[in-house]
């Protein structure tokens, strides 16, 4: 059977999720404006830097829990980097949909408000209620996803 869009692009974004190298989670996001998919991302380190994989991780190490001291990671999140992704290579994200496989947190929440995301389409939840009331305050428009179709 022939899937929806949101499928499609969700399903998209799961394969994208397993390029990251997060130790504690792996997240996958696309940034799609008419039907058409302008950037990915996934969480990860910075270009030419080591990977948790590869060196630990310094949050885990110092039991910090999900959702807290975002500053300690040396990763970016998914939706960071598929923002980057776009200002790189010159892509307007303006009025785009973002389809990520775990609710955005607040640090991601702000730049998709100031990318001028217009919709989240989310699966997975993320402990952080900021991101919720400052997207909704923004008048983003979020949708959680079905876990299972």
Known sequence: M?????????EIAEVVKKRSTCIRR???AIIVKDKQILTTGYNGAPKNLEHCQ???????QMHIPSGERHE????????QNAIIQA???GVSIKDATLYVTTRPCVLCAKMCINAG????IYKGDYPDDLSTQLLDEAGVEMIKYPEEL
Do not use: T
């Open 54 to 60: 590869n060196i630990g991780c310094k949050r885990e």
């Open 72 to 79: 300690l990671c040396r990763a970016l999140h998914a939706e």
């Open 26 to 28: 792996q997240v996958g």
């Open 2 to 10: 022939r899937p929806s869009w949101d499928e499609y692009f969700m």
């Open 117 to 120: 995301i217009k919709k989240i």
């Open 87 to 89: 200002a790189y290579n």
